[in-house]
């Protein structure tokens, strides 16, 4: 049985929210359950961090980790602009591609 990776999720506060971020974590838990474990981003140590920015001024204080990362602001990831319909797949491949190695 192969080791599923660790992902912490770090939030904004959503004071300006262009997305639902909660709705697209919400499916990311959905679709990655079996391959993915999703953790708050103050339980170490985790493989990955997930920083989901309600708004393209990507606010959210970043803890301090030297893995690698995806970032949600608004309607980019990674600051690449993603039609909002596409964000959870989206997502979805970067955390695989993480696992993959």
Known sequence: MEKKIKVGVK????????????????????ELQDEIIFTHWE???YDA???????PADCAKRPQF??????VAGKTVDSFPIPEEQL????????L???QG
């Open 11 to 30: 939030y904004c506060g959503n004071c300006n929210p262009y997305i639902d971020t909660q709705q697209l974590f919400s499916i990311l838990q959905n």
């Open 43 to 45: 339980k170490k140590p």
């Open 49 to 55: 961090l997930l920083i989901l920015s309600g708004c």
């Open 66 to 71: 030297s893995g690698p990362g995806i970032v």
């Open 88 to 95: 959870p797949q989206v997502v979805k491949q970067k955390i």
């Open 97 to 99: 591609s993480l696992e």
